[in-house]
C-alpha cells in the first residue's frame, strides 16, 4: 500500500526559505509521477510543481522563479524548496503520487511578516 509523509512545514517570516519533502513508500519511486499542491484557508486546492519519473519539471505560474521541486530516487523522496517566501504562500502543502492517485497527510507553511 503506498504511502506518503510530507515534511519540512513551519513558521517562517516573509522573504525566507524552506524546503518540504515528501518520502513514499509502497511503490517503484522511480516510475512515479510526482506532484506539490497547496491549499490556502477558504482556497481549492492548487498544483504548484510536478516532476516525472525522468525528472522533468514544472510549475504554477504563480511559483516560478521561487519555487523548485526534485527528486532523490535512492530516498523514495521528492522535495520542493521555497524561496523568497511571501503571505500569499500561507497554506497547507500535501505531496501527490499520480500513479496511485494518493495524497500524504499535508504539512503546514506558515508566513508571518
Known amino acids: 500500500q503506498v504511502q506518503l509523509v510530507e515534511s519540512g512545514g513551519g513558521m517562517v517570516q516573509v522573504g525566507g526559505s524552506l524546503t518540504l519533502s515528501c518520502t513514499v513508500s509502497?511503490?517503484?519511486?522511480?516510475?512515479?509521477?510526482m506532484a506539490w499542491f497547496r491549499q490556502a484557508p477558504g482556497k481549492e486546492r492548487e498544483r504548484v510543481a510536478l516532476?516525472?519519473?525522468?525528472?522533468?519539471?514544472s510549475y504554477a505560474n504563480s511559483v516560478k522563479g521561487r519555487f523548485t521541486v526534485s527528486r532523490d530516487n535512492a530516498k523514495n523522496t521528492v522535495y520542493l524548496q521555497i524561496n523568497n517566501l511571501s503571505l500569499e504562500d500561507n497554506a497547507d502543502y500535501y505531496c501527490?503520487?499520480?500513479?496511485?492517485?494518493?495524497w500524504g497527510q499535508g504539512t503546514q507553511v506558515t508566513v508571518s511578516s
Open positions: 501527490y503520487c499520480y500513479n496511485e492517485n494518493s
Open positions: 516532476v516525472g519519473s525522468g525528472g522533468t519539471t
Open positions: 509502497g511503490i517503484t519511486f522511480s516510475k512515479a509521477i
